[in-house]
Each structure stands twice: as structure tokens, then as C-alpha cells.
Nanobody, 122 residues
Framework: QVQLVESGGGLVQAGGSLRLSCAAS????????MGWFRQAPGKAREFVAA????????QYADSVKGRFTISRDNAKNTGYLQMNSLKPEDTARYYC???????????????WGQGTQVTVSS
């Protein structure tokens, strides 16, 4: 079993940057693929990015490609989402999750954190 805790969210002006972290406990994190999703009030959960357990494969939503970078440090049991050139439409609660596939399909992920709020002001 894996427990996930996100951090690093906050309020930032448009054009700014934030780095989210996802700290994992449990023995299986290093063998699990990881994804980031986000959900804004009144909107459906949205895929952001995913990374394979080795970090060799990454996948991004078109809306964040070129601005966000997903990474992980298995030695630290931590995943990251570097977010640059933030836009007001990036405002949402961001969640990390682990699962058996690198995919944008949220149903494929087994474990989820509680999320961290990101607010981008215009």
C-alpha cells in the first residue's frame, strides 16, 4: 500500500512558477507509475502528467506541454511537478496518484493523495 502527501501549492501570479511535491510512504512507490491530476471547482478531474516508475517515460496533457515537467526521485520516495508560465486556467486542486500504467485514465490509478491547492491570479 502507498500513502501520498502533496505539498508546494499556493497563490502565484500569472507567469510565475511552482513546484509540487508528492511524498510517498510504503515500499511500492519505486515500482509504481505516477500521475498528476487536477480538479477545479465545478469541473471534472483532468489529467496533467504521468511518469513511469523508472522515469524513462513521460506523458503530458496538451494544455501543459512545454510548461510543466514531471519527475521523480525514487531514492527519496518523492515525485515532483514543476510548473512554469502558470496561467489563471491552471487554478485547481492538484493530486498525485500511483498505479500500474502510465496513462491519462484516472481509473487506472490505485492510490491518491489529498491534493494541494494551486491558485494563479491574473
Amino acid at each position: 500500500q502507498v500513502q501520498l502527501v502533496e505539498s508546494g501549492g499556493g497563490l502565484v501570479q500569472a507567469g510565475g512558477s511552482l513546484r509540487l511535491s508528492c511524498a510517498a510512504s510504503g515500499r511500492t512507490f519505486s515500482n509504481s507509475h505516477m500521475g498528476w491530476f487536477r480538479q477545479a471547482p465545478g469541473k471534472a478531474r483532468e489529467f496533467v502528467a504521468a511518469i513511469s516508475w523508472r522515469g524513462s517515460i513521460t506523458q503530458y496533457a496538451d494544455s501543459v506541454k512545454g510548461r510543466f515537467t514531471i519527475s521523480r526521485d525514487n531514492a527519496k520516495n518523492t515525485g515532483y511537478l514543476q510548473m512554469n508560465s502558470l496561467k489563471p486556467e491552471d487554478t485547481a486542486r492538484y493530486y498525485c496518484a500511483t498505479g500500474a500504467r502510465v496513462t491519462s485514465d484516472y481509473t487506472a490509478y490505485d492510490y491518491w493523495g489529498q491534493g494541494t491547492q494551486v491558485t494563479v491570479s491574473s
